[in-house]
């Protein structure tokens, strides 16, 4: 699961190009199939939603759950093609951006019916 998190205003009309920034990102770092992750969009209201000082309108927060396995180098390179495609095809500044990737075991990930260490059919590799 991939949250991002914005005031509404203007992470509303953004959504397409943000999601296709991530799905994008994910695929050419990680090999991850664009299909095979859920994104969801939280818009907050002012008032609900209070960036750090020194940020515009345009601050947002993604949250990216992954699987424990990857090295510290493709984590700080999905970080930085993330903020460097999200410059450059959305217009957000990196200053206006925070990502945080949060892993998990394999054994503690659900889906299909089964936790991931019990799938053999990823269509990408976890370790490496």
């Known amino acids: 699961m991939i949250s991002v998190y914005g005031l509404k205003q203007t992470l509303e009309p953004r959504r397409p190009q943000i999601a296709e920034v991530i799905f994008d990102c994910l695929e050419m770092t990680l090999g ?66 925070e990502i945080t990737i949060k892993e998990q075991p394999e054994h503690c990930w659900g889906f299909r019916g089964m936790t991931g260490n019990e799938a053999t059919d990823l269509e990408y590799q976890v370790h490496r």
């Open 32 to 97: 991850i199939p664009k299909s095979r992750h859920a994104l969801r969009f939280d818009l907050c209201e002012e008032g609900n939603f209070y960036p750090p000082i020194n940020r515009t309108d345009n601050f947002i927060v993604i949250e990216i759950n992954l699987m424990q396995g990857r090295s510290e180098q493709i984590k700080k390179r999905l970080i930085k093609g993330l903020f460097s495609a999200l410059h450059s095809k959305v217009g957000i500044l990196p200053m206006d951006v």
